[in-house]
């Protein structure tokens, strides 16, 4: 059976690495529009949840790890007060910025990240790139106002042990095997992301899964495409996958009917108690 970075026990190669230093390099040509087809794929899941879980007027949010900023701006269309948006690379959020949207360029990790208090605080796709889940879900937990919701989306890898051998599975497996060998990607802790939440002492905490279809030339398809190209040297390295696999793969990206599963993204909830008199 090809082994996925969920087989592996031991530290990435790379640990100390930061995102996008080896492989998604925001000053790459395409970079900004890979981000962009992923935000395609999911903001009106996210957004959904969101507005679902009030955010609007007088709230004051935090979006971490705000990429190009998609998730923000939309927080600003429904009526949030104010929205600041947190990356460690800032340069497709500094433009321009619409007003009450507060770009800051931080780095989560550091103990210097320390923005203040929050209605919303959301993270999607931030922390299955980063060491210590549980520290950084306490860490974004401690930033919330009293009755605020800390909101956190990562990937949950389908191709399990019993998943139909293909070229795409075969890719895929390669790809989260890559990725956790030179950045420490690791998503094997995501089904538990709630227990981290509750941990963190949020109350009310809930989860739930959207597994968006993959359909020729849609958003979804083409940002693996992208994402397949920029992690390619790291695909192969793993030994799993080589050049004429991955381009199977894109292939039947493309392909009508073609039944792979994208990885899901799941996004679990809670929200920090009210103020002990």
Not at 51 to 56: C, D, P, T, V, Y
Not at 64 to 68: D, E, K, L, Q, S
Not at 253 to 272: I, K, N, V, Y
């Given at each position: 059976m090809a082994h996925s970075a969920s087989s592996r026990s031991d530290a990435p190669t790379l640990g100390a690495s930061r995102y996008g230093e080896q492989v998604f390099r925001p000053q790459d040509q395409g970079e900004a529009d890979r981000i962009d087809l992923g935000a395609l794929a999911y903001d009106a899941t996210t957004m959904a949840r969101l507005?679902?879980?009030?955010?609007?007027p007088g709230w004051r949010c935090l979006d971490?790890?705000?990429?190009?900023g998609t998730v923000a701006r939309a927080l600003l269309e429904v009526g949030?007060?104010?929205?600041?948006?947190?990356?460690?690379?800032?340069?497709?959020?500094?433009?321009?910025?619409?007003?009450?949207?507060?770009?800051?360029?931080?780095d989560i990790t550091t103990d210097g990240f320390a923005p203040g208090t929050f209605d919303l605080v959301h993270a999607r796709f931030v922390l299955m790139h980063l060491p210590d889940p549980?520290?950084?879900?306490?860490?974004?937990?401690r930033m919330l106002a009293p009755q605020g919701v800390l909101v956190v989306s990562d990937a949950v890898d389908l191709t399990t042990a019993d998943a139909p051998d293909s070229s795409f599975t075969s890719a895929m497996r390669a790809m989260w095997q890559g990725l956790h060998d030179t950045i420490g990607t690791d998503v094997t802790w995501v089904p538990g992301c709630p227990r981290l939440l509750e941990a963190a002492s949020l109350e009310s905490v809930t989860a739930e899964i959207h597994v968006p279809p993959l359909q020729p030339d849609s958003a979804i398809s083409r940002f693996w495409a992208e994402t397949w190209d920029r992690a390619r040297a790291s695909m192969i390295a793993t030994g799993l996958v080589d050049d004429s696999t991955i381009d199977d793969a894109v292939r039947?990206?493309?392909?009508?009917?073609?039944?792979?599963?994208?990885?899901?993204?799941?996004?679990?909830?809670?929200?920090?108690?009210?103020?002990?008199p």
């Open positions: 507005r679902e879980l009030g955010a609007g971490v790890g705000a990429g190009t949030a007060d104010e929205v600041v948006a947190a990356d460690r690379d800032v340069r497709f959020l500094a433009a321009d910025p619409p007003p009450g949207l507060t770009v800051l360029e931080a549980g520290r950084m879900v306490a860490r974004l937990a039947c990206l493309d392909a009508p009917g073609f039944c792979g599963h994208s990885p899901g993204m799941l996004t679990a909830w809670g929200h920090r108690p009210e103020a002990r």
